[in-house]
């Protein structure tokens, strides 16, 4: 059973920088694909970032040179780096880990708010 927890949201002003953690415990991450997603209310869950297992990237495109996600397989911990944030990055942002980018475990989400 896989277990993560986010950390890092909070309030910030377009323009600043956040850094999102994941924490996960009860398995060894270095075999799995983990990912970064995010809901704004009243739409869909949709995709911001993920990493294999091997290191390879995969971004949204409306975060893309803004935001970088990256991995500490020994600390067994995820990051996000948000630059430049807008307010339509706004969103509560969800940890996932799966067998491959298809994440199957899902934290409980942090909230980012950017305000303008």
């Known amino acids: 059973q896989v277990q993560l927890v986010e950390s890092g949201g909070g309030l910030v002003q377009a323009g600043e920088s956040l850094r999102l953690s994941c924490a996960a415990s009860?398995?060894?991450?270095?075999?799995?694909?983990m990912g970064w997603y995010r809901q704004a209310p009243g739409k869909q869950r949709e995709l911001v970032a993920t990493?294999?297992?091997?290191?390879?990237?995969n971004y949204a495109d409306s975060v893309k040179g803004r935001f970088s996600i990256s991995r500490d397989n020994p600390k067994k911990t995820l990051y996000l780096q948000m630059n430049s944030l807008k307010p339509e990055d706004t969103a509560v942002y969800y940890c996932?880990?799966?067998?491959?980018?298809?994440?199957?475990?899902w934290g409980q989400g942090t909230q980012v708010t950017v305000s303008s």
């Open positions: 009860g398995t060894n991450l270095r075999f799995l694909a």
């Open positions: 996932g880990a799966g067998p491959s980018t298809a994440l199957v475990y």
């Open positions: 990493i294999s297992n091997l290191g390879t990237t």
